[in-house]
């Protein structure tokens, strides 16, 4: 499960697993994500979970679990891959 | 042939007695066209005195980030500025993480904190989880959760915990250059007193954080000297933020070279494909390790990153031909 209108929808696919259609912000490194792409975070997030929200840039709550992840951001709530 | 891979096959495959560290060097050493070589006798070896099954397990991170230690590989340490926050599992969610590794067909469910070792409330948490676990999951628990004085020692084994995970990570020359916070010496101790409480004993590491090629033959020769039940083998995975998170990966044909090498020192022992795996050998390499001496695997995710999926890597078993171990072969 992930956010609504977020792309993803195994948490592995590169290309659209860093940005969530609205996201201003990288939930890999946190960096602006309106300026281009991210294609090494893109990359490595195929084998991560988000660590930044990427509406507000806030490091999220990350518990990772043999299968899945869950991340809380405390302003823009949960999302599960 | 290489000389090495003659003596090899008499000592270690023949006798069962694993090469000391300079045999393991001359492994790490060879050239690579004797690579697959060392593999193919790594597999003779790992068929003959450990048998065809492939001991599978999951791994579930149960208090994640805020460590005081300074581990320079690890995103979970709070005196870094990795993005990794301080997270407990819950209860329930700790079961249900259980559930997941039963239902791939592991014998193994470790649970594991970032602690430098545990409080009363880490011991508290770790009582009501594992006996919720055992009540609903029919798996085996290990544990990591750092260093431990003696009364948690054997608070664990009342608990039913069977094998205790406290990686030495690296050698005894080189750790200084990881950890500052603890010594090598103090790990040593732990695992001490894990062996003596009859817990089993899995203690591996962590390659390329650096150190050299000797220094991996003297880490084998080190864990060899321990003897532990089961050597979890990590490549080092960079993790942004922490004081190695800009090193290069491990060349595939090193960690293979690596894999065969402590195989041969250690021809009894369980040797684990644990983190790093997917991006140091890929999807071939994975299975040239399993062809290579490895007889276990980690499935599914890691503490802070994740994995291939479990079926994955149970399909790559079944098309290897090799068995997973059943619960009851453990017991």
């Known amino acids: ?81 | 042939m290489p000389e090495i891979l003659d003596q090899a096959r008499t000592q270690v495959l023949g006798d069962g007695v694993g090469l000391d560290q300079a045999g393991v060097l001359a492994v790490l050493t060879l050239p690579d066209e004797h690579v697959p070589a060392a593999l193919q006798l790594a597999h003779e070896v790992r068929m003959r005195w450990c048998g065809p099954e492939v001991e599978v397990e999951g791994i579930v991170s149960l208090k994640t980030g805020g460590c005081p230690e300074d581990c320079h590989f690890c995103s979970q340490s709070g005196l870094f500025t990795s993005p990794v926050r301080s997270v407990w599992l819950d209860i329930p969610s700790l079961v249900e993480a259980a559930k997941q590794t039963a239902a791939t067909g592991a014998s193994e469910f470790c649970i594991v904190a970032a602690v430098r070792g545990p409080d009363d409330r880490l011991m508290k948490q770790m009582r009501e989880g594992v006996a919720a676990i055992r009540a609903e999951v029919d798996i085996q628990v290990a544990a990591s959760l750092g260093m431990l004085s003696q009364e948690q020692v054997d608070d664990l084994v009342e608990m039913g915990v069977h094998r205790y995970n406290h990686n030495l990570e690296t050698c005894r020359s080189y750790f200084p250059n990881v950890v500052t916070t603890h010594s090598w010496e103090e790990r040593w101790e732990t695992l001490r007193m894990v062996r003596e409480s009859g817990m089993e004993v899995c203690c591996g590491g962590i390659l390329g954080l650096g150190e050299t090629v000797e220094q991996r033959a003297e880490f084998a020769a080190q864990l060899a000297e321990l003897d532990p039940h089961e050597v979890p083998l990590n490549f080092l995975n960079p993790r942004p933020g922490t004081p190695l998170g800009d090193r290069p990966v491990v060349e595939g044909k090193d960690a293979l070279r690596a894999i065969a090498a402590f195989r041969l020192a250690m021809p009894r022992t369980i040797l684990r494909y644990a983190g790093g795996r997917e991006i140091t050998l890929g999807d071939l390499g994975t299975r040239d390790g399993l062809l290579g001496g490895i007889n276990a695997v980690i499935v599914g995710n890691y503490l802070t990153t994740l994995g291939r999926p479990a079926t994955d890597d149970l399909k790559l078993l079944d098309d290897l031909k090799m068995p997973v171990k059943a619960l009851s072969a453990t017991l």
């Open chain 1, 1 to 81: 499960m992930t956010d609504a209108g977020d792309p993803t929808t195994d948490g592995r696919t590169a290309e659209s697993a860093v940005l969530t259609s609205d996201a201003t912000w990288c939930d890999r490194c946190g960096a602006d994500a309106t300026a281009g792409p991210h294609p090494g975070c893109a990359t490595a997030r195929v084998l991560e979970p988000p660590r930044y929200c990427g509406h507000c840039r806030r490091r999220m709550r990350v518990q990772v679990l043999p299968v899945g992840w869950s991340a809380v951001c405390v302003e823009h709530g949960e999302r599960r891959g």
